[in-house]
Structures are given as structure tokens and as C-alpha cells.
């Protein structure tokens, strides 16, 4: 029989083909061909191929609640509902709704890039994917993991249970409605055992159930050399804190023993109690169990044990701990006689006094049954823990405290779970067992890292090929590649000896704290000063990232002849930006960087003096301001976009070009001769150069000279048309610096004014500048987003209106992602004017202090996914920039913020409205951001992508 496959979708079906018309051998090279036939499966398909999934299960929700009724015997139609079903449909959302960014190709290392060698990381699907579930959840646990195989591109067969015949029949006759058998296939016990299944010879599995028939599923698949994925059982442990409460913990752990009547993979088996606690956990335990079920026999909502055999062993395991001196207490109902084998329901039971050597104590009881243990110090528990195999998942109930760390560091766990039930289950947490719990994670990103295969790509048109320095013949150029290694080694072996004198990395530290101050000291590589210097021009960002990695929440370097500590948490970020306790002086610390070129700006002004000139600038900000600004600021983009070039195009050269004659319009409110407008573009731009000056002296043609003689031609401008802007003053910032004032009449005098406007200059033109060209990459690179925003745009006039500016939401969302990403201001530097403490860190005065906004913006301990571009991640369901306020400061941080974020949000937003409507911004999808470093935030290369009139 042939099987066409689909290549696109869903295609009508002119004959359903069905798993049972085919042998296994058959149905799996059917999709093995159509594996190979559709090539990598496109984001489109495979969201439809998950759709169908979903549909499947919700269009038959109610049956297959009825069809595990029938299988058990009883079962609550809730739990059904939910805990099969539901718990499916959210994870195929969560696939459905990431696997865009997850398939992007990574890149490994940007240092591979700048040695000529262009290197990548695709995320293939494997191929042809079995899944076996088990009876307890066999929705849940069989189509989790098969939703994540189809979200990362593969086929799929799955062999639900044969225990639950009655539901596996309803989904098996339901399935070739919703899929043709080469791509997913739902496989009976009319093609035979499990056995048989899990000998074909797939490109990966995935099995749940126990450990011993887990074993030999692994057994097969290594056969084959098959790569499989083991989530197998275990007993759980639950330690309850001597600092809990006794009687919600007995609530909470009784509850969940209780949930499927035991028959869960994840419920606690044994629970250690504090030995004065032991009577009252106990009681507790029985009382929440008979409030909860007056009558079992009869009672829907207890569900039944799957079988006899399983209902048997049971009660074996109870009895046999009886007999050798346990105690059981069972919360059997008044008038009802249970166990009852008619209905396999066995009364929630707990066993005290439980003998070393009992069934009991080694066997996973997947039933209603809870052992309790006191212990006197929680050592006990820990030690009786990792005597025994490794569990899925401990539980803890109590406070977070040492008790709990000690536990945690002590024992080996797939999960810990404190002070709740199922919590790891969550899409967004892996899910997994280890050691005889388990091998392998799913669940979310997970389930579609398990499924796919990390491909290096590597493409190098470097010079130097490895082949000549690794192949022979040697010669003169192989002998000195030997002695480079034999010195390498040398260097790397002695680098392991002081590593292990200092117990870890080589390290260094940048001041002794006090005696008895109970101060850390700041440890950093130490470096020396041109090392550093080279480090921060060639690789900034990932030394940020290797030291986040490395050091924690601090460290230091010894940039521009001074040590200088990076803080690269939120929390370090508000205690120095906020500066609650004036420890630290902005002036001091940017003036030795920015100063040459901007001085006296707002930005390196400390305390009274910034809260007052703070006050002036806010009103050149205002709303109202910020809507007459925005007049001008169309005007502009309107007449660049019309004349924008069409081919491949340096987004870096455009956006600069606008951002200039806006600030030229809207700051300035100018209208200057090209000849004056090009001297003043030139001398902004000789200032812009002494920020990455390594030589600071004014030698004749040196960067820093440059700087300087820019600076003097700028203060020449602004001096020139300042008496003008004070007589006959416009509505241009400019003009509203030379008129503002305080509610006590202060106001700016001529040379603050000219210190304010360059600076102003320099704020508005290259931070917008990189702020608008990350913008432009990334929806080129993203054409789904650019359809977003463009189709926002489409719905608004020619030239966006202020009162239209909030409907622009999807552009909100990319703008504060990309400004996460590639943050324009790049550092927040201070200096410390006293002896002080940072996150338990000892800083000693003078000491240069900088936040490092990409640090923030990429630590993994604040964002998800940190080096995704995810613009949902700022959506209303999301907001992940709400775990701290200083998770996101693109712009600066606390009373330094800069004062023109809305101005700079105000002008990308026009200037992309505009553009996004006449034309299309493309680059290849595995186009990389690759940073300048010797400037602030903008691309290597211009940012060049390609431009396509609509």
C-alpha cells in the first residue's frame, strides 16, 4: 500500500489509511520515507500538526473521560478532565506557542566569528519517534512527549497502555481523522506486546512507566543503538520541617497521596516527621482523609485501583509490614468494609512503626498508602534518603532555612518540591527522574531539546586552514606549532596549579575588607590594564557574561588605568542607581571616561545640583512637549523615507543621518546651510571618537585630541546661536532650555545651557541611533514580527499621531526587547566617595563602580531564555521584566535614568511606523548581531540588511 506523505499541513484525504491496515515494520517506514520526503518541517506545519493534537484530545475530552471511568473501575471525571487532558493542552500551547524561537540556529561563540570562522547551531529533529505510555495518565504521559517529537519536526508512533484498552480504543479510532499514519500513528495490542514495539528500530524513544519493564524497553533500544528517554518511578520522601505547620503539612501530603487513589508517579510514598510531631501529623492526616471521603464504595470522586493484580500487591505490602510489627491506620468510612475487591478501592492507610527489611520500605506502592518515619535530626533523613535509589521528585514542607539546604545538597532527586504538589510540572520546568527515576528531561523547551539533535555547522573563510597546521607533511611551520604547544601546556598546567592553591579559578582580589566587617572581597582575573582594555574593545559583552558565570554577583577589572568593579545583578543595580545613601557620585566616575567631550552634563552631575537641573530638563519633556516635539520629528522621517534606498542598505548610516536632522529640527529648531550642518555633524562625531581612545593624552592626531578640538568647535556652535534662542525662543528644546526654570526661578546659565545641548547631542544621537538599528535588525531578521507591527501601522494614518502612539503595542513589545538585548547605554559608571558595602562586598573609596546593563539584560537568574529574542516576554501574561525594577534599564538606572527614554520610544516608533508601511526589511535568518565595541551599541558592519519597496 503507498502512503503519500504530507509535505505542508493537513491534505483532505481521499482514503483513511489506519494503523491497524499496517504491520509495525510497515507504518514505520511509511514515516520514515515521509520523514525524509518533507525534509525539515516548517514552524507552519508543525504548529498544525500540534493544533491537530490538541484537537484530537478536545474534541474527544468527554469520551475519553467515560472510557477511564471504564477503565478503572472508578475515576473522578475532573481528574480525567484535568490531569490527562487539560495538562496536554497546555503543554502542546507552550510548544505551540515557543517552538519559532526555539528552532532559530545559535551561535557558539562570537570569538569564532572574529578568527574568520562562521559557526552555528541548528536544532534538527531526530526522524521517526516511538513513545510507549503507561495506564496511571495515559493521555498526559503519552502525549506530552509525543507533542513535543511533532513540535521538534519529527514523526511519531505511540503505544498507549493496553491496561487501559478502553481508552486507547477511543483514541485509536479517533486519530486517522486528525492525522495520516505517516505522521503520527496510534498503535493497539493488535500489533502485538510492548515488546514488539519497542525492538523496531526507531531514531529515538521515550517510555514511561517502571523501572524494572524500563529496563527492558532499554534493553531493546540499545539493540538498535537507540537513544531513549527512561521516565520511570520511584518511592518519594517528604521531610516536614521541625519549623512547619504540622497540621497544613498533614493537609497538603495527605491530599496529594490520595490523588488518583496513589496511582501517580510523583505522589509521596514516606513522609519523615519530627519524632514530637509524629502523633498530631497522624491524626491530621486521618482527619483530612475522612473529611474528605464520608463514604469510598460509592464515591465517584475515589478512584479505583487499576486492576487485581496491582489491588492484591497492595494489600500484600500492607499486611507483610503488619505481621513484622508496623502499625496501619486506615480512614475507612463508618458502615463501608474495605479493601473491597468488587470495586479494587483500598481506604487511604498510613503505616507507622515500619521494620527495616519490609517490602514496604524498597517497593514503589502506587496506591493509598503513606508510611510516616520520626527522626531527631535531619541528618535521619538525608542519610536514609541516599541509602536508597534516587526518587523522582522529595518534598519538603516547612520555611526555606539551612534544614532545607542541607537537604537539597545532601540527596539526589529528578525535582524538589516544597510546600506543594505537582509544581514541577509546569511547562516551564523539566521534567525528569535520575538514576533508577529516570534518564532525560521533557516538558516545554525540554521535551523539543529531547527530541532534536544539536548540529555544528561550521563554514570558515579564514586564511589559516586547521588542515595546514594538523596534516602532514610538518616542516618549519610544524615544528613551531609544536613548540606553541608544548608552551601552551606548560602555561595551561600552571594555570591548574595556582587554580588549586587559590581552590578554583585563577583569581585575584581587589581590596582586604576589614577586620572583622564580615565583608567578601571582590575577586576578578586582575588582569593588567591593556589586557583589559583589549578584552573590553574585542569582546565586552561576553566578558560580561564569562564573569556573571564565573565570579557571581561581582567582580572587577582594570579598565583605563583604574580597577573598576561591574555589578551585574538588579539588586546591585538599585542599591548603586538609587544611591539611597549617597555612597557613590556619578561625576567623579563618568568624568575621567566622557568627560573630555561632555562635560558638565546632566548625566555626570551629583545630588542637589542634579535634582535641580533634573527638575529644569523635565519640563523640556513634558507630554505636552514631547507631542509638538513630534510634529517636527514626521516631518523629517517622512521626507527620508520617501528618498530611502532600495537594495542592501547600512541601517547604522540611514538611522544616523535621520537622527541628526531631527535633533537638527526638533532640538535645535534650525535651519542650517549644509556646508554648517556637515562642520557641526563632523565635530559631534571627532567628540564621539575620544570615548574609545586607549592613548588619553592630547597627542596631534590622536583620537583624544580629536575629541578635544570637537568639544571647542561644538561650544562655538551653541554659543554662537544661543543669544538668539534667549530673544526669540521657538518651540525647539533648545529654546525651552534657554526659557525653563524651577518653581523657585532658577534657570540655566549660557554655559550650562551649552553643556546641556552637547550633551543632549551626543544622548539623542547615539543612543537613538543604536536604539533604532537594533529595532531594524531584529524585525528584519524576524519577518513575523515585522508583520506585526507593520499591520498595526496599516491601520493608522501616513504619519503617527501622538494619541495613536499607544495602539503601536507590538512595536512597545520589540522595541523593549531589543533594547534588552543590545542596551544603548551600555555602563552606569560611579565612583565610590567612601568606604562602603555592596551585596556583602567590601568597596573601598575611590574605587570606580559600573552597572552593566547586559549583564542584567542576559542573566539567566532574572530572564527566561536570556539570549532569545522573545518580545512576548514583556506581554501583560508575562512581564518578566516585573521581577525587579532594575531588570530592565536600557537607558540608565535610578536617579540617572536617562531623561529622553520617552523621546528616544517617540521617535522609533515614527520612524518605523513610517518606513514598516513602503517597505520590507529582510536578512538571512542565521544573520548574527555582531556588536562594534568602539562604540556604544551599534553593529559591526553598519547593520547592513536588505530593503524591498512594498
Not at 493608522?796 to 520589540?814: I, K, P
Amino acid at each position: 500500500m503507498t502512503l503519500e506523505p504530507r509535505t505542508r499541513g493537513p491534505a483532505p484525504h481521499i482514503e483513511i489509511v489506519t494503523p491497524e491496515q499496517l504491520t509495525l515494520d510497515e507504518i514505520l517506514e511509511a514515516q520514515k520515507r515521509a520523514f525524509v520526503a518533507e525534509g525539515i518541517p516548517t514552524l507552519e506545519v508543525r504548529r498544525d500538526r500540534l493544533a491537530r493534537l490538541g484537537a484530537l484530545l478536545g474534541d474527544n475530552a468527554s469520551a475519553i473521560a467515560d472510557a477511564l471511568a471504564e477503565d478503572f473501575g472508578s475515576r473522578p471525571r475532573a481528574l480525567s478532565l484535568v490531569g490527562d487532558v487539560q495538562a496536554c493542552l497546555i503543554d502542546i500551547a507552550e510548544q505551540r506557542r515557543h517552538i519559532g524561537k526555539w528552532m532559530a540556529e545559535s551561535r557558539p561563540s562570537r570569538l569564532l566569528d572574529m578568527a574568520g570562522i562562521r559557526a552555528r547551531v541548528r536544532h534538527d529533529p531526530l526522524g521517526v519517534v516511538g513513545v510507549i505510555g503507561p495506564w496511571n495518565f495515559p493521555l498526559q504521559l503519552a502525549f506530552t512527549p509525543a507533542a513535543a517529537a511533532l513540535a521538534a519536526g519529527n514523526r511519531v508512533m505511540v503505544r498507549p497502555s493496553s491496561v487501559t484498552e478502553h481508552t486507547t480504543g477511543l483514541l485509536a479510532a479517533a486519530a486517522p481523522d486528525y492525522f495520516d499514519v505517516s505522521e503520527f500513528a496510534l498503535i493497539t495490542s493488535t500489533h502485538g506486546g510492548g515488546s514488539d514495539f519497542s525492538k523496531l528500530k526507531f531514531d529515538a524513544m521515550f517510555f514511561t512507566g517502571s523501572p524494572e519493564v524500563g529496563a527492558s524497553v532499554a534493553t531493546d533500544a540499545a539493540k538498535n543503538l537507540v537513544p531513549v528517554t527512561l521516565e520511570l518511578g520511584g518511592k518519594n520522601p517528604v521531610v516536614v520541617d521541625a519549623d512547619a505547620d504540622i497540621d497544613r503539612a498533614a493537609k497538603l501530603i495527605g491530599a496529594a497521596r490520595v490523588t488518583n487513589s496513589g496511582q501517580v508517579c510523583l505522589c509521596p510514598d514516606y513522609v519523615f516527621v519530627p519524632e514530637q510531631h509524629v502523633e498530631r501529623f497522624v491524626a491530621q492526616l486521618l482527619e483530612t482523609w475522612k473529611s474528605a471521603f464520608p463514604s469510598i464504595l460509592k464515591n465517584p470522586d475515589y478512584t479505583s485501583i487499576i486492576n487485581d493484580s496491582n489491588y492484591n500487591r497492595i494489600n500484600g505490602l500492607v499486611a507483610e509490614a503488619v505481621s513484622l510489627g508496623a502499625t496501619a491506620y486506615s480512614a475507612t468510612p463508618l458502615g463501608e468494609t474495605l479493601p473491597d475487591a468488587g470495586t479494587r478501592k483500598i481506604a487511604p492507610t498510613v503505616l507507622t512503626g515500619v521494620r527495616p527489611g519490609s517490602k514496604i520500605e524498597e517497593t514503589e506502592v502506587f496506591g493509598p498508602v503513606l508510611t510516616v518515619y520520626p527522626y531527631a535530626d535531619i541528618q535521619q533523613p538525608i542519610d536514609f534518603i541516599s541509602a536508597h535509589d534516587h526518587p523522582l521528585t522529595l518534598y519538603w514542607h516547612g520555611p526555606r532555612n539551612k534544614r532545607f539546604d542541607a537537604v537539597v545538597e545532601g540527596t539526589r532527586s529528578g525535582s524538589v518540591q516544597a510546600n506543594d504538589f505537582l509544581i514541577n510540572m509546569l511547562p516551564a520546568m523539566p521534567f525528569g527522574g535520575v538514576g533508577k527515576s529516570g534518564m532525560g528531561n521533557y516538558h516545554g523547551k525540554y521535551g523539543f531539546e529531547t527530541f532534536t539533535h544539536s548540529r555544528a555547522v561550521a563554514f570558515s573563510w579564514s586564511p589559516v586552514k586547521f588542515t595546514s597546521t594538523i596534516a602532514p607533511p610538518y616542516g618549519p611551520l610544524g615544528n613551531r606549532m609544536q613548540e606553541m604547544a608544548t608552551s601552551g601546556l606548560a602555561r595551561a598546567y600552571r594555570g591548574v596549579r595556582d587554580a588549586k592553591k587559590q581552590g578554583g579559578h585563577s583569581r585575584k582580589i581587589l581590596a582586604t575588607p576589614p577586620a572583622g566587617s564580615g565583608l567578601r572581597a571582590v575577586e576578578g582575573s586582575g588582569n593588567p590594564q591593556l589586557v583589559a582594555v583589549i578584552e573590553m574593545l574585542l569582546r565586552r559583552q561576553e566578558r560580561q557574561l564569562d564573569a556573571l558565570e564565573r565570579y557571581g554577583d561581582l567582580t572587577f577589572y582594570n579598565d583605563f588605568g583604574r580597577p573598576m568593579v561591574s555589578v551585574m545583578t538588579p539588586e546591585g543595580a538599585e542599591l548603586v542607581g538609587m544611591n539611597k545613601f549617597r555612597n557613590y557620585a556619578a561625576g567623579p566616575g563618568w568624568d575621567p571616561l566622557i568627560g573630555v567631550s561632555f562635560k558638565r552634563g546632566l548625566l555626570l552631575m551629583d545630588f542637589e545640583e542634579h535634582r535641580m537641573h533634573r527638575l529644569i530638563f523635565q519640563q523640556a519633556f513634558t507630554s505636552q512637549q514631547l507631542k509638538g516635539y513630534l510634529d517636527g520629528i514626521n516631518d523629517v522621517i517622512i521626507d527620508h523615507v520617501a528618498k530611502f534606498p532600495i537594495g542592501e542598505v547600512e541601517l547604522v548610516e540611514m538611522v544616523r543621518a535621520i537622527a541628526f536632522d531631527i535633533a537638527a529640527k526638533v532640538f535645535l529648531g534650525l535651519e542650517l546651510p549644509e556646508p554648517e550642518k556637515h562642520e557641526l555633524h563632523r565635530a559631534f562625531e571627532d567628540a564621539l571618537t575620544g570615548l574609545s581612545a586607549i592613548v588619553r593624552k592630547p597627542i596631534p592626531g590622536g583620537a583624544w585630541m580629536k575629541a578635544i578640538n570637537g568639544r571647542a568647535k561644538l561650544e562655538e556652535f551653541f554659543n554662537k546661536y544661543l543669544p538668539l534662542k534667549r530673544a526669540e525662543p521657538g518651540a525647539d528644546l533648545f529654546s525651552s532650555l534657554c526659557t525653563a526654570s524651577d518653581e523657585d526661578g532658577h534657570s540655566f546659565s549660557d554655559e550650562e545651557i551649552v553643556d546641556h545641548m552637547i550633551f543632549l547631542l551626543f544622548a539623542a544621537h547615539d543612543t537613538t541611533t543604536a536604539a533604532m538599528t537594533t529595532v531594524g535588525f531584529y524585525l528584519a531578521k524576524y519577518p513575523e514580527w515585522q508583520e506585526r507591527v507593520r499591520k498595526q501601522s496599516l491601520r493608522l494614518g501616513l504619519a503617527v499621531q501622538y494619541n495613536e502612539l499607544g495602539e503601536m503595542s507590538d512595536f512597545e513589545l520589540v522595541f523593549k526587547e531589543c533594547l534588552r538585548l543590545n542596551p544603548p547605554v551600555p555602563a552606569m559608571v560611579r565612583e565610590a566617595v567612601e568606604d562602603t558595602e555592596l551585596l556583602g562586598y567590601y568597596i573601598p573609596k575611590g574605587t570606580l563602580v559600573s552597572v552593566q546593563p547586559f549583564a542584567v539584560h542576559h542573566n539567566p537568574r532574572v530572564w527566561r531564555d536570556p539570549q532569545t529574542f522573545d518580545p512576548e516576554r514583556f506581554a501583560a501574561d508575562r512581564q518578566e521584566e516585573r521581577v525587579h525594577k532594575m531588570a530592565w534599564m536600557p537607558f540608565g538606572v535610578g536617579v540617572h535614568k536617562c531623561i529622553g527614554l520617552h523621546f528616544a520610544q517617540l521617535e522609533a516608533k515614527a520612524f518605523f511606523h513610517a518606513l514598516l508601511r513602503q517597505y520590507d526589511l529582510s536578512v538571512p535568518a542565521d544573520t548574527p548581531w555582531v556588536p562594534d565595541y568602539k562604540t556604544l551599541g551599534l553593529p559591526r558592519g553598519g547593520g547592513r540588511v536588505q530593503v524591498r519597496a512594498r
